[in-house]
């Protein structure tokens, strides 16, 4: 037997990680900003981050990237939000009660097999141009995501702890309460990073809709007067929101199940 296949896994782990992770995450954005100079000073039609950069700031100081940055983030944390709130509920009575997952399932898969950017022409004769329709498609796409991923959690608790709570004499609410919320909730937040995703993927088209303001309408605007550089300041600034959002229901994945056990 080796020296490495003896070490313990955390000091096998250690050594494969020498360089650290946030300067592995450095590396990458350096790369990857050495790629996109290289590709626009070879001919394709794409700014250069420096010039990215020079239209970036001409937004913020005349107010008009922090106005769109303001009117997109509470469009997608209102549709986000509505969207989990609606998903977890209906998620678990699917998972938990087999006669409400067979009422509720079909229509489920239903409507995931239509995109919800083909409802936006529903959503403006229902709803007219305001800011609702906007929320519901993104509320749409949230929710889909949401609702299967808490199905699945349901499902997937683990039969054993329920029978084991069962013998102790606990109660369907203990039990559900203790055991099977606890145990699903790794698949509703991975279901809510899912969603987050799906909101952030459904602004831009979401705010097709009579919109005035936000990231999305600005791209739609800019490309009107084929302004490439307004348009990658509205693509980083989404891309960068839903990182930072994404990274902070990591956190919270991580707090709240930090009882799981992690290869």
């Not at 350096?30 to 981050?49: N, T």
């Not at 069962?166 to 109660?171: E, F, I, N």
């Not at 991975?190 to 791209?219: C, F, K, N, P």
């Not at 490439?228 to 919270?252: Q, Y």
């Amino acid at each position: 037997m080796t020296l490495v296949e003896a070490a313990p896994a955390p000091a096998r782990e250690r050594r494969r990680m020498a360089v650290p992770k946030w300067a592995l995450n450095v590396i990458s954005v350096v790369i990857g900003l050495g790629v996109w100079w290289g590709l626009s000073l070879s001919g394709l039609d794409i700014p250069a981050p420096p010039v990215v950069l020079s239209r970036a700031i001409d937004l913020i100081e005349d107010g008009t990237l922090g106005g769109d940055v303001l009117a997109s983030l509470r469009r997608v944390l209102a549709g986000f939000l509505l969207g989990v709130v609606a998903a977890v509920p209906i998620g678990f009575l699917m998972g938990w009660y087999p006669p409400v997952r067979a009422l509720i399932e079909p229509w489920i898969q239903f409507f995931r097999t239509i995109p919800p950017l083909a409802l936006i022409p529903l959503a403006i004769v229902l709803m007219g141009i305001e800011e609702t329709p906007k929320i519901f498609v993104i509320f749409l796409a949230s929710f889909l995501s949401c609702v299967i991923a808490t199905l699945q959690g349901v499902v997937n608790v683990d039969r054993t702890l329920i029978n084991a709570a069962r013998v102790l004499s606990a109660r369907d609410h203990t039990i559900f309460a203790r055991v099977v919320i606890p145990a699903s909730s790794p698949f509703i937040l991975v279901g809510m990073r899912i969603g987050l995703g799906s909101s952030w993927a459904t602004l831009v088209a979401a705010e097709l809709i009579a919109a005035q303001q936000g990231l999305g309408y600005r791209m739609q605007a800019a490309q009107l007067y084929y302004d490439l550089p307004t348009i990658f300041v509205g693509l980083i600034s989404i891309g960068v929101l839903g990182l930072i959002m994404d990274r902070l229901l990591l956190l919270a994945e991580r707090r709240l199940t930090s009882w799981q056990e992690t290869r």
